[in-house]
C-alpha cells in the first residue's frame, strides 16, 4: 500500500526510497505562487510518492533552496506511461512505509522512522527565532560566542524530527540548507537560512517577520479544519547572573494557544520533579500578544523562551545536544497531551 501523502507535504524536498522511472515524453507546467512540489505533481494528476524523486533530478538546475519551486516559472514533469507508472508503484510498495528521508535533517539523522501515528492529522508550523542576518541574542561561551538563531534552530529542526516519528505534518518554516541537526556543543554562527519558500531572510526586523507570518499562514490556508498550531522557538538575554527557565507566551485571545502552552508547561513542571527534585521549576506561561509572530499568525500560537543565553547554567540547557534533545522531547510530550485533549 503506498505511502499515506500526507506526509510528502513537509519541506517541499523529502522522499521515500524509490527509484523512479521515466522516458523522453514530458510535459511542461508553469509553477504557481505557493506551489511545493508535492502540490504541484498532484495538480497534474501524479503520484507524489512516485514521481517526487523524478521531478527533481529532471528540474535539479531550475529549483530553489530546499527544492523549492519558483512562481512562474517551467518545468518538466516525469513521464506517465503505464509501464513507468507501474514500476514506480513497485519501487514504493517494496520500500519500507514507516522511514521516511529528509535531507534537512542532515546526513546522520536524515533517515526517520515512524514509530506511531499518535499525531496523524496535525499540522505544525515551526520557527526557529530570528536567522539570516540576524543572529538574535549573544552570548559568550568561554572564548567562544553563541548566537540565539544557531541554538533556537536546533531545538526547532529536532522538534520537527520528533513530531514526524509520530505521524503529523511538519513545516520548517526557517530552513538552513546544510546545518541540518547538530550534535556539537559550540554551533558555529552562518547567515544562509531562507524562508519556507526559498527567499532569503530579510534584513529589516519588520519585513523578517512579515514574511514568516505570511508563509504560515498562506501554508495553513491549505489545512483548514485540521488541528494547526504554531510554535516559534527563542533564547532570552538578560543579565548574566540571572538564571530563567524554560516560558512561553500566547495570544490573550487564543484559549487553544493558552492550552497548548499550559500543555507544555505541565511537562516541564513534571519532568523537573523528577530529574531535579530539589529544584523547583519557575517556567511561566503568559499572554504577549504584541509579539508580531504571535499577533498575525492565523493557526494558535506559542512562543517560546528557552533560557538566558548570557547564563553559565541556561546555557548547558542548550549547548549540551542531549539536553536540546530533551526539550524537543518535552515539547513534543506537551504537544501530544494537547492533541489528544482536543479529539
Not at 519500507?96 to 529528509?102: A, D, G, I, R, T
Not at 549573544?138 to 516519528?165: C, H, N
Request: net charge positive.
Amino acid at each position: 500500500m503506498p505511502y499515506p501523502l500526507r506526509y510528502f507535504i513537509l519541506l517541499l524536498t523529502f522522499t521515500l526510497f524509490s527509484i523512479p522511472v521515466f522516458s523522453q515524453s514530458l510535459r511542461e507546467v508553469v509553477a504557481k505562487p505557493g506551489d511545493g512540489i508535492y502540490l504541484l505533481l498532484k495538480r497534474h494528476g501524479l503520484n507524489p510518492t512516485s514521481h517526487i524523486k523524478a521531478f527533481q533530478e529532471l528540474n535539479q538546475k531550475n529549483l530553489g533552496a530546499g527544492n523549492s519551486l519558483y512562481a512562474g516559472r517551467t518545468y518538466l514533469l516525469p513521464e506517465t506511461s503505464a509501464t513507468s507508472g507501474t514500476k514506480a508503484a513497485a519501487a514504493v510498495a517494496n520500500a519500507s512505509p514507516s522511514v521516511l528521508k529528509v535531507p534537512l535533517f542532515g546526513p546522520k539523522y536524515e533517515r526517520v522512522e515512524i514509530v506511531n501515528q499518535q499525531l496523524k492529522g496535525a499540522v505544525f508550523y515551526l520557527v526557529a527565532g530570528h536567522s539570516g542576518p540576524d543572529p538574535g541574542a549573544i552570548g559568550k561561551y568561554g572564548p567562544y560566542q553563541l548566537s540565539e538563531d544557531e541554538y533556537a534552530y536546533d531545538v526547532t529542526i529536532r522538534l520537527a524530527r520528533r513530531l514526524m516519528e509520530r505521524g503529523a505534518t511538519v513545516y520548517m518554516i526557517i530552513q538552513d540548507p546544510d546545518d541540518g541537526i547538530r550534535d556539537e556543543n559550540v554551533l558555529k554562527m552562518d547567515r544562509d537560512e531562507v524562508g519556507y519558500f526559498g527567499k532569503p531572510v530579510p534584513y529589516v526586523h519588520k519585513l523578517r517577520l512579515r514574511q514568516r507570518v505570511q508563509d504560515i499562514n498562506q501554508l495553513a490556508q491549505k489545512h483548514r479544519g485540521a488541528y494547526q498550531r504554531m510554535l516559534s522557538v527563542h533564547i532570552d538575554s538578560r543579565s548574566k547572573g540571572q538564571n530563567i527557565d524554560v516560558f512561553f507566551y500566547h495570544h490573550e485571545n487564543s484559549p487553544a494557544g493558552k492550552a497548548l502552552a499550559e500543555r507544555i508547561h505541565q511537562v516541564f513542571d513534571t519532568k523537573y520533579n523528577r530529574y531535579q527534585p530539589n529544584r523547583e521549576y519557575f517556567g511561566s506561561v503568559t499572554p504577549r500578544s504584541s509579539l508580531y509572530v504571535v499577533k498575525y499568525s492565523n493557526p494558535p500560537t506559542v512562543f517560546v523562551e528557552l533560557g538566558n543565553i548570557k547564563n553559565d547554567k541556561d546555557q548547558r540547557r542548550f549547548v549540551i545536544p542531549n539536553n536540546r534533545q530533551a526539550l524537543a522531547n518535552w515539547i513534543t510530550d506537551g504537544i501530544i497531551t494537547d492533541y489528544k485533549a482536543t479529539k
